[in-house]
């Protein structure tokens, strides 16, 4: 009986010690930064917003090194999901240094790019509300692993559109 206690605790030490972290990140409403979504990020995240020129808006999250998440808010250009991820991966192949798509959806996609041996990450969401679209894609700087790409990935997941 003593050894299946043992056995029991290691097991929930164990399976806390792999946890992903997820449960530690919340839902964030972003009303109060000119987004009326929610996406689920760590605590004491950074919000940093621009309005670029009245016509499109920035709206920066971040948290660490593992945790950035760049928002583009405009008014709806089409009320096509499929032509506005499709316009999203035609830039996203013309970087040089794209190497391939890894994961696609019908709003987005998770993209690998390769400069010499080095090999990083990003991510592509789009999505329609009422008139506006909203883009959703990895900071501009830093390096991401796959596996902090898809966390961030499915925090800005908004459901049917």
């Not at 990450?121 to 596996?147: K, M, N, P």
Request: charged fraction near 20%; charge should be negative.
């Amino acid at each position: 009986m003593r050894n299946t206690i043992i056995v029991l605790v290691l097991s929930l030490f164990l399976f806390h010690c792999q946890n992903d972290g997820k449960d530690q990140w919340n839902s964030m409403d972003l009303l109060e930064h000119g987004i009326p979504l929610s996406i689920l990020a760590p605590d004491s995240t950074k919000v940093d917003k621009m309005n670029l020129g009245g016509i499109l808006q920035d709206v920066t999250l971040r948290n660490g090194d593992d945790f950035y998440i760049q928002i583009y808010a405009s008014d709806a250009a089409t009320n096509d999901v499929t032509k506005l991820k499709a316009d999203q991966l035609a830039e996203v192949k013309t970087n040089r240094f794209f190497s391939k798509i890894i994961e696609e959806d019908e709003s987005g996609f998770i993209y690998e790019t390769q400069i010499d041996s080095l090999i990083n990450y990003g991510f592509r969401y789009v999505h329609l509300q009422a008139d506006r679209e909203y883009i959703f894609q990895t900071g501009l700087t830093g390096t991401y692993s796959l596996d902090q790409v898809k966390r961030m990935y499915g925090a800005v997941q908004q459901g049917p559109q």
